[in-house]
């Protein structure tokens, strides 16, 4: 399984980016499918994640209303459209599949089989 993500770079604060993950196998093979990013000296947080069944989606409450997961079952990609960024966004975005696991508790990193390598967002002015 490879993943592969794009889109990242600069953008000033109130600014969008999309994101892309294209996946070696088709997106709906894989029960999860989800967005993390890390930035510098923090830990790796999950940010927002599909369940690949029924489409449920996922999203943490620092991104609610600004960022949206979607996915291209055509294109075997899924994209993180990201608007009104912070300069608090900066990080570097990895996708990953795995496990939904809990409706309360979904796309854990510790169930995540595969990750694709990072793409870099840098919010600033």
């Known amino acids: 399984v490879q993943l592969q993500a794009s889109g990242g770079g600069l953008v000033q604060p109130g600014g969008s980016l999309r994101l892309s993950c294209t996946a070696s196998?088709?997106?709906?093979?894989?029960?999860?499918i989800g967005w993390f990013r890390q930035a510098p000296g923090k830990e790796r947080e999950r940010i927002s994640c599909?369940?690949?069944?029924?489409?449920?989606?996922y999203y943490t409450d620092s991104v609610k209303g600004r960022l949206t997961i979607s996915r291209d079952n055509a294109r075997n990609t899924v994209y993180l459209q990201m608007n009104t960024l912070k300069p608090e966004d900066t990080a570097v975005y990895y996708c990953?599949?795995?496990?939904?696991?809990?409706?309360?508790?979904?796309?854990?990193?510790?169930?995540?089989?595969?990750w694709g390598k990072g793409t870099l967002v840098t919010v600033s002015s």
């Open positions: 990953a599949t795995g496990i939904w696991g809990s409706d309360s508790a979904p796309c854990l990193l510790g169930g995540m089989d595969f």
């Open positions: 196998g088709s997106t709906s093979d894989y029960v999860a």
């Open positions: 599909m369940s690949s069944a029924v489409g449920t989606t």
